[in-house]
């Protein structure tokens, strides 16, 4: 069956670095997106991975192993702003539709 | 810039009416696409639509329909609204995929229904 877990919560210190950790398994891939999403608020593109290896962004990185059905995003130099929920999604071949799987989304807490 | 539209923010519906929720895009994408959001369950896909007319059920289509009469605009429709239906329900559009697209859906802000 088609599966993405991420950790439900995570806290951490404004400056700090953070790691959100994203495994999947689905009958197909063809990239994995990660969104970022505040409260009430749609979800917004952050990054895309298709091949193995690290994406950078400013203070965002994403991290991506096929083999291992992993992936992490990596927020350095945390801002208050960042407190949201991050949404990994696979985008799945197993039929013509380039569907996103979502995971449920890890709520990042981001304290003084 | 890029903007996907729902017509409400919030609504509040009872139990058996008929529920219409707009979405309208601006980037003329060819597919669009509702979900719903609930707690624990992440975003899953209700239907979704390649092009005008077309549409194709997702992963939890029961209780509701869609409308695609014109290329920006994507309706969907509870035909009898269930308490169950309470939910924040997300449009989102994207180009065609092309070989060399990072293939970004673009969401609208949602609209939070609540059905009693």
């Known amino acids: 069956g088609q599966n993405i877990d991420q950790p439900t919560e995570m806290t951490a210190t404004e400056g700090a670095i953070v790691q959100i950790n994203c495994t999947y398994q689905?009958?197909?891939?063809?990239?994995l997106f990660w969104y970022q999403q505040h409260a009430g608020e749609a979800p917004t593109f952050l990054s895309y991975n298709v091949l193995d290896g690290l994406e950078e962004k400013g203070r965002f990185s994403s991290f991506l192993s096929r083999s291992k059905g992993y992936s992490y995003l990596l927020l350095k130099e945390l801002q208050m702003k960042d407190s949201a929920s991050y949404l990994c999604a696979v985008r799945d071949t197993l039929d013509s539709s380039y569907k996103l799987i979502f995971g449920s989304g890890t709520r990042l807490l981001v304290r003084p | 810039d890029v903007k996907v539209t729902q017509s409400s923010r919030y609504l509040v519906k009872r139990t058996g009416e008929k529920v219409f929720l707009e979405c309208v895009q601006d980037?003329?994408?060819?597919?669009m696409f509702w979900y719903r959001q609930d707690p624990g369950l992440g975003l899953r896909l209700i239907y979704f639509s390649y092009d005008v007319k077309m549409k194709e059920k997702g992963d939890i289509p029961e209780g509701y329909s869609v409308s695609r009469e014109k290329k920006e605009r994507f309706s969907l429709i509870l035909e009898s609204a269930s308490t169950n239906q309470t939910s924040m329900y997300l449009c989102?559009?994207?180009?065609?995929?092309?070989?060399?697209?990072?293939?970004?859906?673009?969401f609208g802000p949602g609209t939070r229904l609540t059905v009693l």
């Open positions: 980037m003329d994408h060819e597919n």
């Open positions: 689905t009958s197909g891939f063809n990239g």
């Open positions: 989102a559009s994207r180009t065609s995929w092309t070989p060399l697209s990072v293939y970004t859906q673009y």
